[in-house]
């Protein structure tokens, strides 16, 4: 059980935090919000935590923001104990500055583009490494000033291809990200070593259950090692495996195989090619394989160290669909079709394209008329989707499918030879070794002790602020609502006076509350005209980690009841012990 021994110690600021229920604007509903699918966003509206304002787009009410502002404070500190610097940078960025990187041309669609009124365009920054490099190259010199760890809390802006879920992809959502500074690769090391330090004591700090995962390099770029860090909750985006043996663990786009140069192998010595009547869905693929689906989707994804990629072409240029099957975790099929219907299925115009959310690991089959699907396929990172070849589709026949089991694994995966288990992650953090790409595209260079030019090593790191709370709600919660963990509650406590008519529990309530206050309790009186059962059924929603119930029989020996939210355990104790406990 806990009480307010615990409490305290979270406890931050003495006194000056009233809130009474009855002001709060704390909307609460009955009834499940029909457009959320996942229980931390279902939650989150009906607590009266966030409320929409256009789709991935969000308002915090009060007690939404309390949260946040925990979880930022947490972030805050732990980047500050690593010796990072917190900066605030521009929202707006203007172009030149992605033009100079070379990721204007290939960002994409995600990028909210916008002109000034002289017609100079801008971007909503979804990331900052061209303005963090842009201001190092202005302001570092000397290996003297190096390293440097530099962060900011902000808000980010992608325009998602599907934004949901609520504050798991939004299209405005807040982000801590820290940029570091080094002389070498060594010095990257120490930091990205920092990082991940802080992110392990971040994330468990917040009450999250998680798993770093090695992981793929995305649109960020850079060569060097990158990990995700995963929050394991069965609605999560990302596949996950993990050694139950070893401590390996991998996001599975990474895991299943990394060819290390896949462009390098001859097509030809990779595949084998199965025949089969009319491919068209996993369905008839696993029919005519005779293999149930589950299996073929694991082996698909992780059996043996190796990989299959399988595509299913159509040369019927008339044809007008494209799937792209994400639910089924990397099996992608693909039917080509015509530049044009390539652009409205997936979203992108001709002449750009940058990453496509397409799971990774796709050999793209492609008439000549399709170019522009091998670079939205592409776009900027290959890496990012083991791009193999674009091979005239004229060669194959309609019918067949290409299996790579023979291509290489990379590294990953299987360290101790165990068989790996399969879990579902959320990604909340990732860190990443950019090495010098982007020092060398914008001239972020320091001189040396011997007075030599040399490019900044950089890395970059990220914790989805906003996320982290949803996926704080995905593991903690029951049938009632949210159970908040202690340090990111936005009240520890919440005083409930059973009757507002009757003086002297109203009295007690009162008294008991402005001493809680006194003590640094963040506390909440419902003072509300209520039903006892609205505010039991209220407090339970939004998940305040104790409840203190005040009814007149209780009150008649001098006590109140103590209810932890987590475990629904209730505990009498005298009115006057509740003031000790926090002493
Ligand atoms: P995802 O794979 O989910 O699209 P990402 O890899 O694109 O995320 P990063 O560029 O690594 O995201 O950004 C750092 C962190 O920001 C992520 O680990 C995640 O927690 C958070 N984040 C990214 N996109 C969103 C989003 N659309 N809404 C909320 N948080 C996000
Ligand atoms: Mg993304
Ligand atoms: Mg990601
Ligand atoms: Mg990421």
């Not at 690769?185 to 930091?191: R, V």
């Not at 917040?206 to 060097?224: H, S």
């Not at 990989?307 to 044809?319: A, M, S, T």
């Not at 790191?461 to 996320?467: E, L, N, Q």
Request: with cysteine; aromatic share 8%; charged share 30%.
């Amino acid at each position: 059980m806990i009480s307010f021994t615990k409490i305290k110690l979270y406890g931050n600021k003495k006194g000056m935090d009233f809130m009474r229920v009855s002001q709060l604007l704390n909307p609460t509903l009955r009834e499940v919000p029909a457009e959320a699918e996942i229980v931390s966003h279902q939650l989150m509206v009906r607590a009266g935590l966030i409320r929409k304002s256009a789709a991935g787009v969000y308002t915090y009410l009060p007690l939404g923001l309390r949260v946040l502002k925990k979880i930022e404070n947490i972030v805050r500190q732990e980047m500050d104990a690593k010796g990072g610097q917190e900066i605030l940078m521009p929202v707006i960025q203007p172009a030149e500055l992605w033009k100079e990187s070379g990721r204007w041309d290939i960002y994409g669609a995600e990028l909210f583009r916008l002109k000034d009124r002289h017609n100079r365009e801008f971007c909503l920054g979804p990331t900052h490494e061209e303005i963090i490099t842009d201001l190092i190259r202005g302001e570092v010199r000397s290996y003297k000033q190096l390293p440097l760890l530099l962060y900011q809390i902000q808000n980010k802006y992608r325009d998602e291809r599907r934004p949901r879920f609520g504050l798991m992809r939004g299209r405005e959502f807040i982000m801590k990200d820290l940029y570091s500074f080094d002389q070498d690769e060594a010095g990257l090391n120490k930091s990205y070593q920092k990082m991940y330090d802080a992110y392990c004591r971040i994330f468990s700090r917040c009450g999250l259950r998680f798993r770093p995962v090695e992981a793929d390099a995305g649109a960020i770029g850079g060569t060097g090692g990158t990990h995700e860090f995963m929050v394991l909750a069965d609605s999560g985006e990302n596949g996950v495996v993990y050694c139950p043996d070893c401590n390996y663990a991998a996001n599975v786009e990474k895991a299943e195989c990394r060819p290390q140069a896949i462009e390098d192998v001859e097509i030809d010595d990779q595949r084998k090619l199965v025949h089969t009547p009319e491919v068209g869905t996993i369905d008839e693929v696993c029919k005519f394989l005779a293999v149930p689906k589950t299996r073929l989707i694991k082996s698909l994804l992780y059996q043996g160290d190796d990989r299959v990629f399988l595509v299913l072409i159509r040369g019927d240029r008339e044809l007008n669909e494209i799937k792209l099957n994400n639910a089924l975790g990397g099996f992608v099929s693909l039917q080509l079709a015509s530049p044009d219907v390539v652009e409205k299925t997936l979203g992108c115009k001709p002449g750009f394209v940058g990453p496509i959310d397409v799971p990774a690991g796709l050999l793209v089959i492609a008439d000549e008329e399709v170019p522009l699907l091998k670079r939205a396929v592409c776009g900027a990172n290959k890496a990012d989707y083991h791009f193999v070849d674009t091979v005239p589709s004229q060669d194959f026949r309609i019918d067949q499918v290409f299996d790579l089991r023979t291509v290489e694994p990379g590294e990953a995966c299987l360290k101790c030879g165990a068989p790996l288990k399969e879990a579902r992650g959320i990604e909340v953090g990732q860190v990443f070794k950019l090495g010098t790409k982007y020092s060398k595209a914008l001239g972020a260079v320091y001189l040396d002790e011997n007075g030599e030019e040399r490019p900044c090593v950089m890395g970059c790191y990220g914790v989805g602020v906003s996320r982290s709370m949803a996926s704080s709600i995905e593991q903690n919660h029951d049938d009632a609502g949210i159970i908040w963990p202690i340090p990111i509650a936005p009240y520890h406590c919440i005083i409930v006076p059973v009757s507002t008519k009757d003086a002297q529990v109203v009295e007690a309530a009162e008294k008991l509350y402005q001493d809680l206050q006194r003590l640094g309790v963040e506390v909440l009186l419902d003072d509300r005209d209520e039903r006892a059962g609205v505010k039991f059924k209220d407090a339970d929603l939004v998940g305040y980690p104790l409840r203190v119930t005040i009814g007149s029989k209780t009150l008649g020996n001098g006590q109140v009841e103590l209810r932890e939210r987590k475990t629904g355990e209730t505990q009498l104790v005298l009115v006057e012990e509740v003031a000790q406990q926090v002493k």
